[in-house]
């Protein structure tokens, strides 16, 4: 190139043209991504305000310790939020071990094999499956062929299964970040495999667990479908566990659906537990004492006040699994399609009550996962 | 130990096994024991719960494409923007901050954006609308679409930027090198490179959309007609089944088995989708 070429040109730094356009393309791209998340964002807010807006008003300690009823004015969710809880206890009680168990399979002792393949293959298939498939599982099979009914327990297992991926998956990660030096340190002082794994890689393993964990529960919890499947009840006013101060009534004998004794002259010789009323089949009543035997007539009805000793004991999980339920989620869909603005309200609250629940834990876990990411430098 | 930790992870093959054998077992020797599969797959009628009942799936079909179809024209177009924003120009404190937030948007209860198509953007879309001529049902599959979009965007956001930022560097250094500005490096060299992640991404989103149940059972329609345009309403495949399921469930009926067709139909659109986004994804894993 010649001295008379570079002058014809002249200044090969000056900007080539258009490049002034292309920058602003380049600049006006970012306000393009920054109104895409501000959409996104805009979403989550203007969900909290509408609900903020319907159903604030309606929070209230009546709210959370009444029943479902068909008066709008004092309608609760007492048995939604306690039927959630029992429900989600028995979730977690399957999905954790499993899915926890299950992810430390297939990081550490899987071999490589069709067997494991095919176990990949069904997780990553099944954290794609609609949830409302694994509630024609639930049916068809927990329901149909197990016989275990529409109960706490097969809505605990199917939320189980719908999540398992979800721990699955979180445990494989946490499991698999953890170097391989800490495993082999333990092993070249005599740990066996499990005891390498179980003390030294899960610890470590463990806030990646945990996130998963919380990840997967808070998406039990406001699943809806699978459980109107199963027939989660949505009006149910009564609760699966006894609290202190309920009455409690015991009915002696075997009674038809009137409540008139199947067999009318029998009598039954009854301990009573705690001081109360005996109601008899002619309606008259009969005050008794804790710790004396009566002779009663099939048909009457022992009635007393449940103490807490009876309380605690009725929360064993036997005497909740096999009852009926509803849940928060399916009280909020039962309330939303009704037409009267007083139940819409009320659906309202519960849907804050179930968006505080998700948003802060999920919340908590992407903490964890940031904390977790700040603080371990292998 | 390892007996018991192989048994646990066998439970997902269990899994899916029951969910086969269920959905098989009812469906096709139940259902299709009575039903043809000429008129399941052809018929244009879905009336399960008349005296007459017919076996068309079709309206079924078309609610769900009708309601996917407006979920992704949301979900596409703002998940990608969200993504080439994160990826290619926001900082590092930016989209760590911004990625964990929108993804609450897919951890927010179904019902409860179920309540907010039918009582928010219903109203404002019906009002929106009126000028134009066009009188929106109170259910519809466009509010129920629009809020499956927001709903879904984050899963579109988050899995095409993890697929951008595998990208090696060096390809955008070369393009930077060039003489491109980031905005021609990203559309031109980035997102060509991640685009079989970003389809699966997509795609992915979209599994989520067909397979989803409480929006369109509260904002949708549950009349299975044959959809045309969003602003009908309409009932989905999952919108029938829970319909089906919020009465008294007829077990052994004929209605009862129609929820497992339905479930089959759901279940194989679902896991072709999931295939073919599982596919891309690994291809792009491979590729670098």
């Not at chain 1, 997780?123 to 529409?150: M, R």
């Not at chain 1, 566990?241 to 075997?254: K, L, M, Q, S």
């Not at chain 2, 095409?160 to 560097?169: F, G, I, L, W």
Request: aromatic residues 10%.
């Amino acid at each position: 190139m010649s001295a008379v070429d570079v002058a014809e040109r002249g200044d090969i730094t000056a900007h080539p043209p258009g490049l002034a356009t292309r920058r602003f393309k380049d600049a006006s791209f970012i306000v393009w991504g920054i109104v895409a998340t501000i959409i996104g964002l805009g979403t989550l807010v203007a969900l909290v305000s509408e609900l903020v807006h319907d159903g604030g008003h309606r929070l209230s300690m009546t709210f959370f310790m009444s029943f479902p009823s068909s008066d709008p004015e004092i309608a609760g969710i007492l048995s939604a939020w306690v039927g959630s809880i029992l429900v989600i206890a028995t979730t977690a009680a399957f999905a954790i071990p499993i899915g926890v168990l299950a992810g430390i399979y297939l990081e550490e002792y899987a071999p490589k094999n069709w067997m494991t393949s095919a176990i990949e293959i069904a997780v990553n298939n099944l954290a794609g499956v609609p949830s409302i498939i694994f509630g024609l599982l639930a049916v068809g099979l927990f329901v149909q062929v197990f016989d275990l009914g529409q109960s706490i327990l097969t809505a605990g297992i199917t939320l189980a299964l719908l999540i398992l991926p979800v721990v699955i998956v979180a445990t494989r990660e946490a499991v698999r970040s953890v170097p391989l030096e800490i495993r082999q340190a333990a092993l070249a002082v005599g740990a066996t495999k499990w005891q390498a794994t179980q003390h030294h890689v899960l610890p470590y393993a463990m806030p990646g667990v945990v996130t998963g964990v919380i990840i997967g529960i808070s998406r039990a919890i406001g699943e809806t479908a699978p459980l109107i499947l199963i027939g989660g009840l949505t009006f149910v006013a009564f609760l699966p566990i006894t609290r202190p101060g309920d009455a409690a009534f015991e009915v002696i004998g075997a009674v038809d659906e009137y409540g008139a004794p199947v067999t009318p002259d029998a009598t039954e010789r009854v301990l009573i537990d705690h001081d109360g009323v005996v109601v008899m089949p002619d309606f008259s009543e009969m005050p008794v004492q804790a710790g004396q035997t009566y002779d009663l007539p099939h048909g009457a009805t022992v009635q007393s006040v449940a103490t807490w000793s009876d309380a605690v004991q009725s929360w064993a999980p036997q005497n909740w699994l096999g009852s009926e339920f509803t849940v928060m989620p399916i009280q909020m869909f039962n309330w939303t399609s009704r037409p009267e603005a007083e139940f819409r309200e009320l659906a309202a609250a519960a849907g804050l009550v179930l968006l505080a629940i998700t948003l802060l834990m999920n919340g908590t876990a992407i903490w964890l996962r940031y904390r977790l990411r700040k603080q371990i430098r292998w | 130990m390892e007996m018991l930790l192989f048994l646990a992870a066998a439970a997902a093959i269990a899994i899916v096994v029951g969910i086969l054998y269920v959905v098989l077992s009812e469906a096709v020797v139940k259902f299709f024991g009575q039903v043809s599969f000429l008129e399941f797959i052809t018929g244009t009628t879905w009336t399960p719960t008349f005296d007459n009942p017919q076996y068309g799936i079709a309206p079924l079909l078309t609610g769900t494409f009708m309601s996917t179809l407006v979920a992704l024209s949301v979900a596409v177009p703002l998940g990608l923007l969200v993504a080439v924003y994160l990826s290619e120009f926001a900082s590092t404190r930016m989209r760590e901050t911004i990625k964990p937030t929108l993804e609450l948007l897919a951890a927010v209860p179904t019902v409860v954006y179920g309540y907010f198509a039918l009582l928010f953007v219903t109203p404002l879309l019906q009002q929106a609308l009126r000028p134009l001529g066009i009188e929106l049902p109170g259910f519809n599959l466009l509010s129920a679409g629009l809020v499956m979009g927001l709903m879904i965007i984050p899963y579109i956001a988050s899995l095409s930027e993890d697929a951008m930022r595998a990208v090696p560097n060096a390809m955008r250094d070369g393009s930077s090198a060039m003489g491109a500005t980031r905005l021609e490096t990203a559309f031109r060299v980035v997102f060509p490179a991640a685009v079989s992640g970003i389809v699966g991404a997509v795609i992915l989103g979209m599994s989520r959309a067909v397979g989803e149940t409480m929006i369109v059972v509260v904002a949708g329609g549950q009349q299975p007609v044959i959809v045309t345009s969003p602003t009908q309403q309409g009932a989905t495949v999952t919108a029938f089944i829970a319909q089906v399921a919020l009465g008294d469930i007829p077990y052994g009926t004929l209605e009862y088995s129609s929820i497992f067709a339905a479930g089959l139909a759901l279940l194989l659109l679902t896991l072709v989708f999931n295939f073919i986004a599982f596919a891309l994804q690994r291809r792009f894993r491979e590729a670098y």
